[in-house]
């Protein structure tokens, strides 16, 4: 019997258009890489980098994201609730919108109207194209939060009193922490960026501008990681052949990330005068809260690892590890996975730290730090994810698992590659966001040896790349094989939970009491004050 | 609902570990009074010429008289001004920056010099250089096609009469 969800088609869609996206932009970042190493002179070019790093920061961070997400939640939804996407047409809706806001911003990126980087900081202002395609993607993925929160409701309509399943709660939590954490970039958007570069504002305040960015830009790292974090706790632990170790401690971390993740943007406005110390003293205490949930998963991971290990036979303190299914893409990418997060985590501490983050701030540490937690940690498990689910849902056989194990590894090498010399060039003082080093100090020369060490991981990751892309390729011709998506179950079974685990209402509250406080003052300042703003400025 | 004991025990160890760290930076900020350069100060960065304190004539370091000083910069398209600086080490020296277009990063490598200079606000970073030498001023943030090439330098010279 065929398990088609209805499902399938549009999380198919999603998938290949992430990575389709995600092909060119790696595609770039060699480009890149070389580029800005100055060893190869002919390459030398401000206007082109910049368009380049514009275009791969967008696709990486907004569009790879935002479809793989999607793709994720929908499939995720329709073969854990165990029912169909309702309104169907409705959630293609959304899908489209978001590809049209694609291909509205794609233009003014490749012709060089929009390097203004991923962050389109003001007052360099790009082609309004730009700002109204770029929300148009996000106003698509609103359709996917409206399609994950009705999926839920449904479902808990339909089983009164038993818990969501694990997914579907973890897939609800980040639809409803995106829809708070679009608040602030689509106002920014929607009141400053669009109608001011269109002529119908003269100015925008600059200060507002960046304290609303900052407002999405921390919580939309946790929007990437929490399909991520879901795979963690739902798949990987059935794959390894294991259980996972509490179903509980998930929904708490999935809690804590949708709470605690949003009021705390202001460790990325450390360095930025217009807000007081005090307020930036505050954040810093609640992005440490953050750390929690994350120190809390990478507990119950590692315990559901070690259960599957025992049960494999794996013996003593250590001989759990050596047990585990290591020719498994999930337990590869899980295990990388990890040990990235692991690296990445000490230098998030490093960077959330109030006195520490000026030693670091906006240097190429930056760069290497969220290549290795984003493009490492969170991509190597959406690669997971896509090993795992293709063959499930074409229903046909992974076309080579040995193969996507040699891909995951030579990804997990690339990015240490990339990444480990960036963090030390960081150190030696190199700004990040440079096409060059023109810089007449003796400091430069350091610099030299991380350059080349960059291009050599950056040629990995693309092998890495193309082995992805012809593996799944070649997975919709082969062989067919009937498998279910079937997710761990925690070793106590959690049939029913405490109503705060298994819904958002009261969380919703809390979240908007602690963003009213967090940010209610400091964003009303510019309104309280007489502030000056800037007109647009061309690259 | 089940906590396992042993994970209870880690929440515990996580949660230590939490207020550990932020009471080192707690300390920090208030025993030895390091923040970040912060505060709301408006300006308007298109008449930064018509200030008294950012106009050119009055750029650069000034000896307070009272062991202290101040020294005062603009950040503008593709450099920082004055684009050479000279200031006594050891020297708790208040810094003062403005952007006259649009956003920037001054970063002083192995200093704590550093902070964003925005357009329509003053940057104010308090600091004492440690080390004389040369260092370079580099613009952290992307400000335009020539942000690579927007950097000045800052000498740090023995203290006159010392
Ligand atoms: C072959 C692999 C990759 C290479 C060689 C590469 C290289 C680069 C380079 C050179 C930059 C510019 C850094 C700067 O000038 O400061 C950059 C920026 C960026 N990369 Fe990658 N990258 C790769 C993969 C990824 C992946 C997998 C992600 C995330 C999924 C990612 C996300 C980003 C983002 C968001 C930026 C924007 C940074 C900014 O605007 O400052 N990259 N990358
Ligand atoms: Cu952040
Ligand atoms: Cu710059």
Redesign the pocket.
């Known amino acids: 019997m065929s398990n088609k969800e209805n499902s399938v088609g549009i999380g198919l869609a999603n998938f290949w258009v992430a990575l389709g996206f995600?092909t060119v932009?790696?595609l770039?970042?060699?480009y890149?890489?070389a580029e800005?190493s100055g060893f190869f002179p002919s390459l030398e070019s401000p206007t082109l980098?910049f368009a380049s790093?514009?275009t791969?920061?967008v696709l990486?961070?907004f569009v790879?994201?935002t479809f793989f997400i999607m793709g994720f939640g929908y499939y995720t939804a329709t073969t854990s609730l165990k029912m169909p996407i309702p309104g169907k047409g409705f959630a293609w809706f959304g899908f489209w919108l978001a590809i049209a806001g694609t291909l509205t911003a794609a233009v003014p990126l490749l012709t060089g109207n929009a390097s203004v980087?991923?962050?389109m900081y003001p007052p360099l202002a790009a082609h309004p194209a730009f700002y109204i395609g770029a929300t148009m993607l996000v106003v698509g993925s609103w359709f996917w939060c409206i399609e994950m929160i009705w999926m839920m409701l449904r479902w808990k309509k339909a089983h009164p009193g038993e818990a969501v399943p694990l997914v579907h709660f973890g897939n609800t939590a980040n639809a409803i922490m995106w829809l708070w954490t679009t608040i602030g970039v689509g106002s920014e958007a929607l009141f400053q960026l669009i109608p001011w570069s269109l002529g119908l504002l003269e100015t925008i305040d600059v200060g507002l501008a960046r304290t609303l960015f900052s407002w999405t830009l921390h919580a939309i790292v946790y929007f990437?990681l929490f399909p991520a974090y879901i795979l963690l706790y739902t798949i990987m632990p059935k794959v390894i052949g294991g259980k996972l170790f509490s179903d509980e401690m998930g929904r708490i971390a999935f809690v804590m990330l949708l709470v605690f993740s949003v009021p705390i943007g202001f460790h990325h406005l450390y360095m930025d005068p217009f807000q007081e110390a005090g307020w930036k003293f505050l954040h810093m205490f609640g992005t440490f809260m953050v750390a929690l949930p994350t120190l809390f998963t990478g507990f119950t991971v590692i315990a559901s690892m070690e259960i599957a290990g025992r049960l494999r036979g794996g013996k003593g303190l250590f001989g759990w590890i050596s047990a585990l299914p290591w020719k498994e893409p999930v337990m590869v990418a899980s295990g990388a996975a990890m040990l990235l997060l692991t690296f990445g985590g000490f230098g998030g501490i490093i960077n959330a730290s109030y006195s520490l983050n000026v030693m670091v701030h906006n240097t190429?540490w930056?760069?290497g730090h969220?290549?290795l937690i984003?493009?490492g940690t969170?991509?190597i498990l959406y690669f997971a994810a896509a090993y795992h689910m293709f063959p499930r849902m074409l229903g046909r056989k992974l076309h080579s698992r040995s193969m996507a194990v040699v891909q995951l590894w030579l990804w997990f090498i690339?990015?240490l590659v990339?990444t480990l010399p960036w963090h030390v060039m960081g150190l030696l003082g190199q700004p990040?966001?440079?096409?060059s080093a023109p810089y007449d100090d003796p400091l430069v020369q350091q610099w030299n040896i991380h350059e080349a060490a960059?291009i050599v991981?950056?040629v990995i990751?693309?092998i890495s790349?193309v082995m992805l892309l012809w593996n799944l390729y070649k997975t919709h011709s082969g062989p067919a094989q009937e498998l279910q998506m079937e997710y761990a179950e925690a070793i106590h079974p959690a049939p029913r939970v405490p109503q705060l685990l298994n819904g958002f209402a009261f969380w919703n509250v809390v979240i908007g009491i602690y963003l009213i406080a967090s940010y209610g003052y400091p964003i009303a300042q510019f309104f309280l004050n007489t502030t000056y703003g800037a007109t647009p400025w061309g690259v | 609902m089940h906590i396992d004991e042993t994970e209870k025990k880690w929440v515990w160890i996580t949660v230590i570990m939490t207020v550990i760290m932020v009471g080192v930076l707690t300390a920090y900020a208030v025993g030895s009074n390091i923040h970040p350069p912060s505060g709301f100060e408006p300006i308007d960065s298109t008449r930064l010429h018509l200030t008294e304190e950012f106009a050119e004539d009055n750029l650069g370091y000034k000896d307070n008289g009272d062991g202290t000083g101040t020294l005062t910069m603009v950040g503008a398209r593709y450099g920082f001004y004055p684009s050479r600086v000279e200031v006594p080490v050891d020297t708790p020296i208040r810094i003062r920056v403005a952007s006259a277009d649009v956003l920037h990063g001054l970063h002083v490598p192995f200093t704590n010099y550093t902070t964003m200079v925005v357009p329509g606000y003053v940057s104010e970073v308090n600091t004492t250089f440690q080390k004389t030498g040369d260092f370079s001023v580099m613009c952290n943030e992307?400000c335009g096609l020539g942000h690579d090439h927007m950097w000045s330098r800052l000498k740090v010279v023995p203290k006159s009469g010392s």
């Open positions: 995600m932009a790696v770039l970042g060699v890149q890489v800005r980098y790093v514009s791969h920061g990486m961070g790879l994201t980087l991923y962050t990437w190429q930056v760069t969220f290549h984003f493009g969170t991509v690339g990015m990339l990040r966001r440079i096409s960059m991981g950056g990751l693309f790349t | 992307y």
